[in-house]
């Protein structure tokens, strides 16, 4: 994979002024700073355009149009930008399990980094929406590790793999998502993404996410109720969003995003009344 981003213009777009070198002190403020000016959504699959992974296009939306997007996109930036800075990057997939009974067996829709800085392995991840870290973590099982918005910790799953477990208000564990170990191609990401674009079972085709990470909180709106969460998970501040209006200035002034080319008056009328309670 080999592409040149336009640092000056990804740094002004998430605010970092720091030294440009393949450090773990640069990655936790690069991988801090990300999630909270490039919000995480999906306008895109909900609107039924492609989600586009080719790396031109994804640097053209997340920063020069000044939009947001989901894991696939949002990773390959970060993992562009890393890679040019002189980090080792692994790319790797994982299976949802936020939000889901623990019988069910989902499809590999998650991108995750591996990142190497000499002898030490990390796990970056600045696409996960709701729960997405805001520190990169150490690969290693079974340690509690305290990012700037909740602890997390990697817990040991069958056949070459790990669980992303996050901590919750009663100090229980509850599974993110499982991802291998075992390196994927870049192009894994295309089928991926086409199935979490397009398929009715994905969420984003019929559901409307956008979260944003701030200095205390984690602010996420599903369809039309915007909530606001403490670092542990617990919900300080909640509403719904009653007109397209409404929604078009959620968008711009709590998520940052440019909407110009959507049409907030028929995505409200979607959001309104989702497909999957239809």
């Not at 700037?148 to 669980?163: C, K, M, N, V």
Request: with cysteine.
């Amino acid at each position: 994979m080999s592409y040149t981003v336009n640092l000056e213009n990804y740094f002004a777009r998430i605010g970092y002024e720091g030294p440009r070198a393949a450090t773990l002190q640069v990655l936790q403020a690069i991988h801090r700073l990300h999630p909270g000016a490039i919000p995480f959504e999906n306008l895109n699959p909900l609107m039924r355009r492609p989600v586009k992974l080719d790396p031109e296009s994804v640097e053209r939306k997340l920063v020069t149009e000044r939009r947001g997007g989901y894991c696939f996109e949002q990773n390959a930036l970060f993992a562009n930008v890393l890679m040019q800075l002189g980090f080792r990057i692994t790319p790797l997939l994982g299976r949802v399990l936020w939000g889901r009974e623990s019988d069910i067996v989902p499809p590999r829709t998650h991108m995750v980094l591996r990142v190497d800085i000499g002898a030490d392995a990390w796990i970056a991840d600045v696409g996960f929406g709701s729960v997405t870290l805001t520190a990169p973590l150490r690969l290693a099982a079974g340690l509690a590790q305290p990012t700037p918005l909740g602890t997390f910790r990697l817990a040991d799953a069958s056949r070459e793999a790990l669980y992303l477990e996050a901590q919750a208000s009663d100090e229980s564990w509850a599974r993110v998502y499982r991802f291998d170990l075992q390196p994927v191609e870049w192009i894994d990401y295309e089928t991926s993404n086409w199935y979490t674009s397009t398929s009715p079972d994905s969420i984003f085709a019929s559901n409307l996410i956008v979260c944003r990470v701030l200095p205390e909180t984690r602010l996420t709106l599903l369809n039309d109720q915007l909530n606001e969460r403490a670092a542990n998970g617990q919900i300080v501040n909640e509403r719904r969003l009653a007109s397209a209006d409404e929604l078009a200035a959620c968008l711009r002034d709590r998520f940052g995003l440019n909407t110009g080319d959507i049409d907030i008056a028929g995505l409200f009328e979607r959001v309104r009344t989702p497909a999957h309670s239809a």
